[in-house]
Structures are given as C-alpha cells and as structure tokens.
C-alpha cells in the first residue's frame, strides 16, 4: 500500500469541514495504517502528554500554570482585543455574524468571563484559537437552540418532551463520580435513543456537552472524556456508507466547536465479527482529532470494564450491568438536581433583572449553595457506604494513618485531649485542601461543611473510626502471630470484635450512640453487625 496515498486521504478527510471525502474502501487494515501513520507523525512529547492524559496520570493544562487572577484578566483583555479586531486575518466576518448577532442583542452571557474562559481553557490560553473556537461555538448554539441561547445558558426546559424522554432513558448519561484526573466522563449507550430522529439525540448530547460538562471549571482544565458502549444498533444508526460523510462533519464540528477539547475517547467493542466491520467506519467518522485521543477497548463487558479501570474510570460508575441493563437511578437522581439548579437561577433573574436576562450576567450571580457531583479532593460523610471508597476518603484515611503513626512529627507533643487532636486534624487537612461534604439523603446532593462545630463532629466519627481500625488491626497482628505459634485462644480472638464495638464515648448517653457504629463516611450499622462491618473494612 502506498503510505503517501494514505497521508493524502487523511488530511482531506479533516481539513475541510464542508467536504469530507470518503476513500473508495473502508476497511479495518486501511485505518488502522492511519491511525498509526497519525500517532508516529505526532510530536513525540505531545504523544507522551496524550497518553499520560488519556490514562488519567497527568494533565496538559499542569503545563500551563495559567490559573491566576492576573494572568486570567490579562487573558480576557487579549481575547476581547482579538474578536472585536475588524482587521483580523484569522477570523472571517462570515465566522463572526453569531457574534455580531449576540451584541445586537445586548447579550451579556457570551461575553461573561466565565463564558470566554472556557474556551481560553480549551486551547491553553491561545487566543487566536480560543477566539475562533468560541464564535463556531456560537455558530452551533443557535443552529441547534435558537438565539435565546446566545441570552442565557441552556437549561432543562430548552428540550423538548422527547428530547426530555430520551435523556430520562439512560442512553446518554453522565457518571456520577470523576475519574482519576477529575473529570467527569460522559457515557454514550449504543445508538443513543435509535427511536428517536437525528436532530433530537443531536440535542441531547449538545446540551450535555455544551452546556453541563462546560460549566464546570474541572473538565475545563482537563478536558472531556465520552465513552461509547458499542452495540449492533450503532450499525443500523449509522444508515449505510452514505452517511458516512454527515457523521464525519458532525464530529468535525463539535471538536472544533465545543467549549471543551476531547482529551480521551473510548470505544467498547464486542469481539464479533460485526463489531469488525463497524470499527473502521467509527475510526474514519471521528476523524483525526478523535484519533488522537482515541482508545479502543475489545472483549466482554467484564474484560472492558476491567480495562476502563486502567484509564482511571470506576467500574461502579459504568451505568450497564455485565448483562446490559442500563442503569437510571442515579441518572434521575442527577435530572432531578438538574431541575433545581435551573430553577436557582430563573428565580435569580426574576429577581434581581425581572427576567430580562440581557443584563442578568452582568450582575453578580450566586452559584448554586450545593454540590452534585464533588471533586476527588472531597471527603464525603454518607448515612450509607457509598463513600467508603470514594477517591477523597481513600486519602483522608492515609492521611489520618500518616498524621498520627508513631514516628510522626505531629505527635511527638500531642495533646490528650480530643478536641485539641480534631482542631489539629481540621487544621491539617485544610493545608492539604481537603474538603468536607455531607449527602443529603433527600434532595441527592451534597453541603459543604464549614462551621467548625459541624467539622469537629463529623471528624471526630472519622477519627473515632480510625482508632478502632488501628486497634483492630494491632489486635489481628497480635492474633496472627500467637497463631502462627500455635498459642492463639478463643479469648484473644474475641478481644477484637470486642474492642471495636466500643465507642470514643465512654459514657453512651443515648440510645443512637449505643445502636449505630458512624465511620469516617457516616456509615452507620447494628450494633450487632458491627464485627463483621468492621472486618470488611479492614481488608479494604
């Protein structure tokens, strides 16, 4: 096969947005000769930073060091200068007629900080770039929502009952933790809703992508993860060959539009023969940017998942069981935070602009007060155990076993008293930026921690549990080794289960101090059940 061929069809199948042309045969041999034509061409550190992100170890904005109140400033200065330049060469007026429309309008959405800063984000603070990625962003927003998305960000009430159908479906859904680089991955299901039209899952994934995964500064920095779960109906989506030319253009569009840039996408495959046969037509679809960041994971539910782990997603956070039930529960728990959110802010501009949201962004905005999805620096406090192995907590658990291991420099003067060993711990962990969150079983989010009364209580159940774990654990030492001698007795091993039923409290007030046993997370349990809690969470 001729390699130069081969370069040939691959520039012209990604530098044109309005002709993308498809070679005479797709199949799997040629693209996968692409694919790796396009990896060796690639800068070898910008190869190595790829992979590094793709796997979740370390992120290309890290090299930016950009994050900084003046430097953000001078940023935006050097943006606005760019776009409002009528004798810029870089960007067409064509490009920008969204804009001008936008400033007709008075919108002052599209030329909030925040709005401009995602997309300075995106492209590492290039501001050329930046600049003409956010007007052919502007260029779909109204394409797809019309221009009251250039007045105000999209909310739920901007899809239709269909559109709001197919999102409430589970096709496309967001994990509900992050990765190991804090970003958040979007799950794509198979077709996608291949009940639906074209321009209603176009909706959908736009206002997931464009709005929701946007706002959050996380996935700014770090960029977007989307992980396809191939299934046969991907290959009746698709409607033949010829529409293979539609599909690429979308993908073009939205890699070059969207306020985030595509920093790792996986594919999961089946090994059958069929899966064969689609994998070159999704290779040539998503074109060269997509293949720079692409990941393709073969085999059962069970070897993809396990996979997937590798690259920093949790197994827990796929929303299909092993047998291919989609999973919705926390997807209408997320809809439902979803709603709230929105309405915080509709209250907001009915209040303070009547409204009118052409001045709404231009007054200071109040974040919404709660946390749906928190960052993996958080230390969550649940009544249940779905936080025990939450990223945060892992750590807050090795820094409580750092802090207060017997060669440590904090307790070679420590105080005996608890109160001083929480202010400490509080203390401590503020240096290291941990934060403090607790579940509201309710309404399915989370509250920051703040007042120190609330820190020094729920702290105190993690250091608390600490110190049963560590007496467990010495006890269990202590048993292994009087086995080992042959020595061990029915006493010494009832001593552990005996020890961690004790409370920090000595005194047991109240019946809820003598019935539940609150770990680090706010997990509670039976008294009677609290041997067996205690030793799984020691093997953990």
């Known amino acids: 096969m001729d390699t130069s ?39 070898p550190r910008d190869r190595q930073a790829a992979s590094y992100e793709l796997h979740g170890v370390e992120s290309r904005y890290d090299m930016v060091r950009y994050e900084n109140p003046n430097n953000l400033n001078q940023a935006l200065l050097k943006f606005d200068d760019e776009l ?27 030329t909030s900080s925040d709005f401009r800063l995602m997309f300075l984000r995106s492209e590492f603070f290039q501001i050329t770039k930046a600049v003409i990625r956010f007007c052919k962003c502007l260029n779909i927003l109204v394409k797809y929502f019309g221009e009251i998305s250039l007045l105000r960000q999209l ?40 009940n639906y039209c074209p321009g ?58 969207c306020p985030l840039r595509f920093s790792a996408i996986h594919f999961c495959f089946p090994k059958e023969l069929i899966y064969r046969l689609l994998k070159p037509l999704l290779l040539f679809a998503i074109g060269e940017m997509g293949r720079k960041v692409l990941k393709i994971h073969s085999g059962t ?48 501009a009915t209040t303070h602009v009547d409204g009118d949201y052409c ?47 017997d060669n440590h420099e904090y307790t070679k003067h420590i105080s005996n008293t608890e109160e001083d060993i929480l202010n400490r711990i509080i203390r401590l962990a503020l240096l290291r930026h941990f934060q403090f969150l607790l579940h509201d079983d309710i309404n399915h989010w989370y509250d920051r921690l703040t007042e120190p009364e609330q820190l020094r ?25 009087l086995d080992a001698e ?33 770990n680090m997370d706010g997990n509670q349990r039976n008294v009677n059940r609290v041997t067996n809690c205690c030793m799984n969470r020691i093997s953990l």
């Open 301 to 348: 539910s069970v070897e993809w998942m396990y996979s997937l782990s590798s690259f920093g997603v949790r197994s827990d956070d796929v929303p299909t069981t092993y047998s291919g039930t989609v999973k919705t529960r926390q997807h209408m728990r997320w809809i439902k935070v979803r709603s709230a959110m929105d309405k915080y802010i509709e209250d907001q």
């Open 457 to 481: 209580r729920y702290i105190g159940f993690a250091y608390r549990g600490h110190l049963r774990r560590c007496s467990a654990r010495r006890h269990r030492n202590a048993g292994d080794i």
């Open 200 to 257: 209603e899952r176009d909706r959908v994934g736009l206002y997931l992508i464009f709005q929701v995964l946007a706002e959050d500064v996380i996935s700014q920095q770090n960029g977007l993860v989307t992980i396809h779960l191939i299934s046969e109906d991907v290959y009746q989506g698709l409607g033949g060959a010829e529409n293979i030319p539609k599909m690429a253009r979308l993908y073009l569009s939205i890699f070059e539009a």
């Open 84 to 110: 409002n330049n009528p004798g810029s060469s870089s960007i067409s007026a064509k490009l920008k007629e969204t804009y001008n429309r936008a400033l007709s309008l008075n919108s002052s959405y599209v």
């Open 486 to 518: 042959g020595k061990k007795s029915k006493d010494v091993s009832d001593y552990d289960a005996q020890d961690m039923d004790l409370d920090a409290d000595a005194t047991k007030p109240t019946r809820q101090q003598t019935s539940i046993f609150i």
């Open 155 to 194: 909310l739920l009430s901007d899809l239709s009952k269909r559109e709001l159908k197919l999102l409430k479906e589970g096709s496309m859904q967001l994990s509900q933790s992050r990765d190991s680089l804090g970003r958040r991955p979007l799950f794509l299901l198979g077709n996608c809703g291949g």
């Open 359 to 405: 001045f709404f962004y231009a007054s200071k905005i109040k974040p919404f007060p709660h946390i749906q999805c928190p960052e993996i620096n958080c230390v969550l406090f649940h009544n249940n155990g779905v936080a025990w192995e939450f990223p945060g907590n892992i750590k807050f658990r090795a820094f409580l076993d750092q802090a207060f291991s």
């Open 5 to 43: 061929s081969i370069s040939t069809a691959s520039n012209s199948m990604d530098t044109n947005t309005n002709d993308v042309r498809v070679p005479p045969t797709i199949d799997e041999i040629y693209m996968e000769t692409i694919w790796a034509r396009e990896q060796y061409e690639m800068n």
